[in-house]
């Protein structure tokens, strides 16, 4: 027994005496999920991260597209280039959700811009490796479509890139998740949202495994904070065609506002300020596709809401990120 003691206090103390990790303190890392041509507020999602990124607040590490369509990924591609951050890597899910959808496929514009990648890999193994890459605690995940591709990175294995698991590998690398969905109205408004109820057991499946803090922005917010048209219609700034801009003239005839749902989700890791944050506590996913936040201390997720006066700020901190004046 004496000398179990003698190895346990030998162990504390190399523990005790180990160099602690320091927190990571430069740009948000962003690794963006997007279901890009689908509605069109992801567009001007990605291009708040391309533009954090010329000041220095962001670094875009891969950006994930899970549409059924050939075209989102070379749009992001192009939107990256255009942006003046070409080789950004774009991946495709090859196990994309197969939903009813009736949007308007703005992403052709991409055939009208340059592109910088020759491929788009299968985005799994390509966050496994980002992530092995990273400092521990610095990647920000942000999912602005549906749980699909994030479930499958949880629930998978060790490999020749990283000896951890999915949800080892998650809880050793990344800050947390930032994610677009799910709604919180009355009892009488309450829906079944759309990013949820596409692939309703892989958001379960998130909600339930996803190790570090989940930062839920419910549709609520987004559906009052409002895009200004005229800027879609100045080319949101530029001298030559805007592919975002071009993405939204095509996906409905001008002019029109549009909520910015999605947009919300990329700027709170930049601005969280500008939000309402719960208490700490567990959010669930029923089986029609419903959200239902639950309060508990040692809860890591945090449902965001917005106070009277916030929208107006978040209106004017995405359109001076995204208009080039």
């Not at 005790?16 to 690794?31: H, L, M, N």
């Not at 000041?55 to 255009?82: I, M, N, R």
């Amino acid at each position: 027994m004496k000398r179990i003691m003698v190895v346990l206090a030998a162990a504390a103390m190399l523990i005790s005496c180990a160099p602690k990790q320091e927190a990571y303190q430069g740009p948000v890392k962003f690794i963006i999920e997007t279901d890009m041509g689908n509605d069109i507020d992801d567009a001007l999602a990605l291009a708040i991260a391309l533009r954090a990124m010329d000041d220095g607040k962001a670094e875009l590490l891969a950006v994930g597209c899970h549409k059924l369509s050939t075209s989102p990924a070379a749009f992001c591609d192009a939107v990256c280039t255009y942006y003046g951050h070409p080789g950004i890597p774009v991946a495709m899910s090859l196990t994309p959700v197969k939903e009813s959808s009736s949007y308007v496929d703005y992403t052709q514009v991409e055939k009208d811009f340059e592109k910088s990648l020759t491929e788009y890999p299968e985005p799994v193994a390509l966050y496994r490796k980002i992530l092995s890459e990273q400092p521990d605690n610095s990647v920000t995940f942000v999912s602005l479509g549906f749980g699909t591709t994030l479930a499958q990175l949880l629930e998978s294995e060790p490999d020749d890139i990283s000896p951890l698991s999915g949800v080892d590998l998650v809880a050793l690398k990344t800050v947390g998740l930032s994610v677009m969905c799910g709604s919180y109205g009355s009892k009488q408004s309450k829906i079944s949202e759309y990013n949820v109820k596409n692939d309703i057991p892989a958001m379960k499946t998130v909600f339930e495994k996803w190790p570090t803090k989940i930062w839920q922005n419910p549709g609520e917010i987004g559906e009052v904070v409002l895009y200004p048209c005229e800027l879609i219609e100045q080319n949101l700034g530029y001298d030559t065609p805007n592919p975002v801009a071009e993405a939204y003239k095509l996906y409905m005839s001008m002019p029109y506002f549009r909520q910015c749902w999605d947009l919300l989700s990329v700027l709170y890791p930049l601005r969280p300020e500008l939000f309402t944050e719960s208490v700490p506590g567990t959010v669930t996913v029923d089986d029609e596709g419903y959200t239902w936040f639950t309060p508990s201390k040692d809860g890591r997720h945090i449902v965001l809401s917005a106070t009277l006066d916030q929208p107006q700020a978040m209106v004017d901190a995405i359109t001076e990120m995204t208009y080039m004046k």
